[in-house]
């Protein structure tokens, strides 16, 4: 099983931008001494005052040159908002920093006021995102590519340095309805569970997901899954250390109008089959029950939140990677789905 952390927070809005760099650069530290096999950064524009964000391929770049050997990801970055040549040259630049395993986690996004900002049309993301991809692997694997799409219009295109990685790197696509979840293996490799996806929904989406995989002539090798996590000496401990953070990230949420399920919830019911948290052994039982029920091939955290101490994040990125990790990859195995 892999395990990655999330190291852009969101932050708190008023947080120095120094302090957002410095707060995610100890955490990738903290992982990449600890255990961890991969560092993501998630995408949001125009996420203030409540909330900060780095964005990610700049930081990823940076992080990738001191993690040698961890795969570094996007999970997720918003294709739709962007032209496929620029993104194509970018990740292909990442898959060479990172040693051939960066892994592009994409979405399609929900946001009016990013759409907004962009002059782009909301209501054409989904087909904005799977032609973008659709463009960008050309454009990862063959020389003057010649492209017209709905959207983009290519001529004899060639990028120069391309991927490392044979094929470019893995496709990794978020998707928060039942609709979207059947539709990912389509146009992507992996689909990532979000941590917003409360047990309940994953038992309706893994079958939905697996038989659409079936369909396309592709094998499951496993559900990445992305769940909030908080590790400590005891669960009162931990649930203490995030509730306030935890409930403020799930309004911002809610009032930015976030698909799936019900957001303006209490911390009691908002971290209900989402919410991994516990002492190291509390945690590694809970892992293991998500693998044997869902077979759990990747999972990453979010572990901070808006308000949150930093110190407490990097101690659950400390005490999972030093006494979880080594307890599940010997109960589970070490095998990777990304390979």
């Not at 920093?97 to 994409?106: A, E, Q, T």
Request: aromatic share 10%; with cysteine; proline share 5%.
């Amino acid at each position: 099983m892999i395990f990655g952390v999330m190291l852009i927070g969101p932050f708190d809005g008023e947080i120095e931008p120094q302090e957002i760099y410095r707060h995610s650069l100890n955490q990738a530290q903290v992982a990449v001494e600890n255990n961890f096999d991969a560092l993501f950064t998630a995408q949001h524009y125009v996420s203030g005052p409540a909330a900060a964000m780095m964005q990610p391929l700049v930081l990823l770049s940076n992080m990738a040159a001191l993690s040698e050997g961890l795969y570094t990801g996007s999970a997720i970055f918003l294709l739709p908002l962007h032209h496929p040549l620029a993104v194509a040259e970018q990740t292909a630049t990442l898959d060479i920093v990172s040693g051939g395993k960066f892994l592009f986690g994409i979405g399609q996004g929900y946001r009016d006021l990013e759409f907004e900002s962009f002059g782009i049309r909301k209501e054409d993301r989904s087909r904005r995102m799977i032609e973008g991809i659709e463009l960008i692997r050309k454009l990862w694997t063959e020389d003057n590519v010649e492209f017209q799409g709905d959207f983009f219009k290519i001529r004899s295109a060639t990028i120069a340095p391309k991927p490392i990685r044979s094929g470019g790197p893995p496709v990794l696509a978020g998707a928060d309805i039942l609709k979207t979840v059947e539709r990912v293996p389509s146009f992507a490799d992996h689909w990532i569970a979000s941590r917003r996806h409360t047990k309940p929904f994953l038992r309706q989406a893994v079958p939905v997901y697996q038989k659409a995989l079936k369909q396309h002539g592709k094998d499951y090798r496993g559900l990445f899954v992305f769940r909030d996590l908080c590790v400590a000496d005891n669960s009162i401990e931990a649930e203490k250390r995030i509730k306030d953070a935890y409930e403020r990230m799930y309004q911002v949420y809610d009032k930015w109008g976030q698909p799936g399920e019900r957001y303006d919830l209490e911390f009691d019911q908002l971290k209900k089959d989402r919410l991994i948290v516990g002492s190291p052994d509390e945690v590694a039982e809970q892992i293991v029950e998500y693998h044997r029920e869902f077979n759990i091939g990747a999972m990453n955290f979010c572990v901070h939140w808006p308000g949150m101490d930093p110190q407490f994040t990097l101690e659950t990125i400390k005490l999972f990677g030093e006494k979880v990790i080594p307890e599940i990859k010997r109960t589970l195995g070490d095998d990777d789905m990304f390979a």
